[in-house]
């Protein structure tokens, strides 16, 4: 940073600092007239502050309820507050009479209204735009928690930044257009209501944070200062609604600033810069359509015959720089990725459909069977994942060196005009014909002016190439972080400015992309993350062969290698492969393709996927209750839907059939759901049945049904998706005919098998609705999916000692501890806790602060005893770590109170404490703020590695 960047430039000049806080300003809002302005502080408390003076106390003062900092305060109007917690609830503040009223955060998500009308919404990590009339559409999503939002005066962008380290430019008409990279959370945005100009703040490696105002006509940086930015959920930057002031967050309080839009903006600079964009070619078929010897020959690579592998690949095969006007340079990359078209798999390739540019959807025209098998699924799967973004699908002819055709070319019309695809080309792999002209058409129909492009720091943009450049040397595939940030920085001359932290971000990014893999431990980067579906591929088939046909291979035999696998693969016997096999198995199950069950001979591994053709059929004795017909990736979501249902906590698993499966409801009454294919010719097209026991209760009947129709709409195609109710003679009522039948008067339907009146029920319609029951079921199964993965990655983190949390506790509290202890190891988290990791003989103190200098986090054990004499050293050096990043990683360790049986209230904590975050165990019963404890532990990095 220059000090010419650092001293404020003309046009900007501090009006007023506001300085009487307990605790640090995370949220600043103007009332719509600006004559208040309203706080939201690490104490907890809400202020409001009359415009101007701003040195007298405040008007207001309001406690929040639910004791959390993470909070952004917006106006409703002129004299009421929102307080909403993006991860809590929402509290609607009276100031007229102090009242207040606590609205879900599900029902009213965080929102900016649009000046023409409808709001622009942040849902978790996505941006959508709910128009004043109509559906939510969503504008895109970052790859973790929206953290800000704003939208400019027009109403025709909005920008938003997240954990991700991004800040997101999306046009309302459109998806994203443009993307700024930061080395940490994007804290804060917010838009200028008289010109071209938004300001951000951001957390940067080794800072507290930066403030930047950027142009958007030319989206150069015409201020760069220090500022307070929180790795909180908060929106912390506050233009005023009519006049040239700011407010943003300092050391000591909150900034107001005057600002000189004239002179700030002032004539247009031209800066040399350098711009990238990316474009992704999917080429998607069904599999043994040639789609890795294709692969290959659009790369140039000469022709090697291969067999069918579940297993995705993804290689660079265009870099170039573009020079535009001025001194601007653009990078533009093509990734082509070649995904694996099992059918048992498709569910997972196809979340790498996304962000694609070209879409190439092969076919084998000289199959004796259904030449064009896959074709639709693939083109819908593209159509669905891309959404409005400029897009290209191409049809292509594989394999055209063999044999006679069995697609005539009227078909291959047909199918070019049904699906919409642009084009048409014939190739084979083989003898190199129609390749060339496809390689030149794909290129052709990337629209790079039209697809996102993003500013990155330099060190950043080139630590990116790096890591690609390691991952295309085939003999490079599992590699420490510390080796590639050591490679980095003897590269060349960007790489001296490299730290542990960006590096970390820079993998993090990798990650999202699907070009690399970070292990759970080791601090290991998998550089050919593909390897994970060749493993994953071969338990599947050991536990498809396995002999009782049920699915299942002891978890000791696929950590240990115990099954077949090719023998000409890369890693076969080494040190690297044994670290692979647990990454795979942990892959597995948090993907929920297979299950860890505990047997009286050890865990096993279940793939529900695997369940051999000649198991027994679904026995039946349930009545049919609603049928759910489907197009999408049939056998995995259903695979998926199984494992996630015996994850659930309302449900229990007593029995697995042949594509069935058969569980109780905590009262022990029986639901169960089939699935089966309307159509043998169409594998993409599938049908689940819901059973319900006559005694299951209206309740989790409903939680049951909504359970199994959110997933299954959740992957399969759109709109694609009916509901029919079934009534006694197992024959489907579609709902137009009980909704025609209600608006003639009649309470009960006719069944047109039997002809019986049967009463009518809201059995479909009231599926379609959701409720606490049902996200309270989705947001527990998720967590024990990832709870079984970590599970498996604890003895690789135990054997190397790399500890994920340190217990500080005071002596008379060591019976709690240690229950704290075991419950953070059922969790699949490793706490550094003395009776466990201190050996006799070993000097406390140097221990206590090597474990302290190499954890994600610490945990201070708040009981009945108050803080101990130990304890308090222990917090003297996490307080130190928490406030100052590290020179490990450039990042500061979160320092998480946590209160036991016994403990106090937060009023009562130590007056540091109080600026911390915290979770309370009190009612052990009660698992949800254990789930909040161990997402803050593992959301953080590791202190050195």
């Known amino acids: 940073m220059s000090e010419e960047q650092e001293q404020p430039p003309t046009g900007w000049e501090t009006e007023y600092d506001i300085t009487e806080f307990e605790g640090s300003v995370l949220s600043a809002a103007w009332s719509p007239s600006g004559k208040q302005l309203a706080t939201w502080s690490y104490d907890l408390w809400v202020r409001v502050w009359m415009h101007p003076p701003y040195d007298r106390e405040p008007d207001l003062r309001h406690r929040h309820l639910d004791s959390t900092p993470d909070v952004f305060i917006a106006w409703c109007e002129e004299s009421a507050l929102s307080l909403c917690s993006l991860l809590e609830d929402r509290q609607d503040l009276d100031l007229a009479d102090g009242s207040v009223t606590g609205v879900s955060a599900q029902q009213r998500p965080p929102f900016v209204e649009l000046a023409g009308g409808g709001r622009i919404i942040v849902d978790g990590a996505a941006v959508l735009v709910q128009p004043a009339i109509g559906p939510r559409t969503e504008l895109g999503h970052h790859d973790g928690q929206v953290m800000c939002l704003a939208v400019d005066a027009h109403g025709s962008e909005a920008y938003s930044g997240g954990v991700d380290g991004t800040l997101r430019v999306w046009s309302l008409a459109g998806s994203e257009r443009r993307r700024f990279e930061y080395s940490e959370a994007v804290t804060g945005v917010a838009a200028c209501p008289f010109g071209p100009l938004i300001a951000i703040t951001a957390r940067e490696m080794g800072t507290d944070g930066r403030l930047t105002l950027l142009r958007t006509d030319s989206w150069d940086t015409v201020l760069d200062v220090p500022a307070r930015s929180f790795n909180s959920y908060c929106w ?159 049809l292509v002819t594989a394999r055209a060196d063999r044999g006679r ?398 500890h994920d949390v340190f217990v500080s506790f005071s002596s008379p509290d060591r019976g709690l501890a240690r229950e704290l202890t075991e419950r953070l190891l059922s969790h699949g988290v490793l706490p550094w806790f003395d009776e466990r990791d201190l050996a006799p003989g070993q000097r406390v103190a140097p221990e206590l602060q090597a474990a302290l200098a190499q954890v994600r986090a610490v945990v201070v054990m708040l009981g009945s005893s108050g803080v101990g004499r130990w304890q308090d050293l222990e917090l003297g050096t996490a307080l130190e770590r928490s406030l100052e990043p590290s020179d490990a990683d450039g990042t500061a360790m979160p320092l998480i109170p946590v209160v036991v049986s016994g403990g106090p209230d937060v009023e009562d904590w130590p007056l540091f404490l109080r600026a911390y975050s915290g979770v309370d165990l009190r009612q052990a019963e009660d698992e949800a703020p254990m789930r909040r404890l161990v997402k803050a532990i593992l959301e953080a990095r590791h202190g050195q590695g």
């Not at 070649?338 to 459909?353: E, K």
């Not at 259904?370 to 074709?375: L, T």
């Not at 083109?379 to 400029?390: F, H, N, S, T, Y």
């Not at 690399?516 to 980067?525: C, I, M, N, T, Y």
Request: hydrophobic share 40%; net charge negative; with cysteine.
């Open 236 to 394: 912390s930057l506050a233009f005023h609604p009519t006049e040239p002031l700011l407010a943003y967050p300092v050391d000591k309080g909150l900034r107001i600033v005057r600002y000189d839009l004239d002179v700030l903006l002032g004539p247009r600079r031209t800066q040399a810069r350098r711009w990238y964009r990316n474009a992704k070619v999917v080429l998607v078929g069904d599999t043994g359509v040639g789609k890795s010897a294709l692969a290959d020959a659009l790369r140039g690579a000469p022709f090697v015959p291969k067999e069918s592998t579940h297993t995705r690949s993804v290689w660079t095969l265009d870099r170039e720089d573009v020079a535009l006007q001025g001194e601007v340079t653009e990078e533009r990359e093509t990734l082509l990725w070649d995904l694996a078209g099992q059918a048992g798999y498709r569910v997972f390739h196809q979340q790498h459909l996304h962000d694609a540019s070209v879409g190439l959807v092969l076919f084998d025209s000289r199959s004796d069977t259904d030449p064009f098998a896959g074709v639709g699924y693939w083109a819908r799967a593209l159509d669905q994942a891309v959404g409005k973004q400029p897009f290209a699908k191409i």
């Open 405 to 802: 055709t069995t697609a005539s070319d009227a078909a291959i019309a047909a199918m070019v005009e049904r699906f919409g695809f642009e084009q048409h080309y014939v190739t084979s792999a083989k003898e190199g014909a129609g390749t060339g002209e496809l390689a030149r058409a794909l290129r052709e129909a990337i629209a790079w002016d039209r697809l996102p492009v993003i500013e990155a720091p330099e060190v950043l943009a080139a630590l990116k190439r790096y890591v690609v450049e390691c991952k295309s040397a085939a003999e490079m595939v599992l590699t420490r972080r510390d080796a590639l940030l050591s490679g980095f920085r003897a590269s060349g001359p960007l790489g001296a400015e490299a730290s542990a932290g960006v590096l970390d971000r820079c993998v993090d990014r990798l990650e999202t992309a699907g070009l690399v893999r970070s292990l759970a431990f080791g601090r290991l980067v998998l550089l050919q993350p593909e390897l994970l579906d060749s493993y994953g591929s071969w338990l599947a088939q050991a536990a498809r062969n396995q002999k009782q046909g049920m699915g299942f291979l002891a978890e000791e035999e696929a950590r240990e290698g115990r099954f077949r696998m090719d023998t000409d693969r890369a890693l076969a016997g080494s040190g690297d492969e044994e670290l692979l096999l647990a990454a795979t198995v942990e892959d597995l199950l948090r993907r929920g393709i297979a299950i860890r069950q505990n047997t009286d001979e050890g865990p096993k591994l279940v793939f529900p996927s695997e369940l051999r053709s000649d198991m027994p059929a679904y026995p039946g004795g349930l009545a049919q209750a609603l049928l759910i017909r489907f197009e999408g990736p049939v056998a995995g979501l259903y695979a998926t839907l199984v494992v996630r249902l015996m994850h659930s906590p309302g449900f229990t698993n007593v029995g697995l059939h042949r594509n069935a499966a058969k569980f109780t409801d905590e009262a022990g009454h029986e639901c169960a759901l089939a699935l089966d294919y309307p159509d043998r010719s169409n594998d993409a097209l599938g049908r689940i049945t819901i059973f319900a026991d006559g005694e299951l209760g209206r309740a989790s009947k409903l939680t049951f049904v909504r359970f199994v129709r959110r997933h299954v709409e959740g992957g399969a195609f759109g709109a694609r998706v009916q509901v029919s109710r079934v009534y006694e003679c197992h024959v489907p009522i579609t709902e137009q005919t009980v909704r025609l039948r209600q608006e003639h008067g009649f309470d009960t339907v006719l069944c047109p098998v039997c002809g019986d009146e049967l009463p009518m029920d809201d059995l479909e319609a009231a599926s379609a609705e959701t409720d606490d029951s049902v996200q309270y079921e989705e947001e527990v199964t998720e967590s024990e999916l990832a709870r079984q993965g970590r599970l498996t990655s604890l003895a690789e983190k135990q054997k190397r000692g790399e």
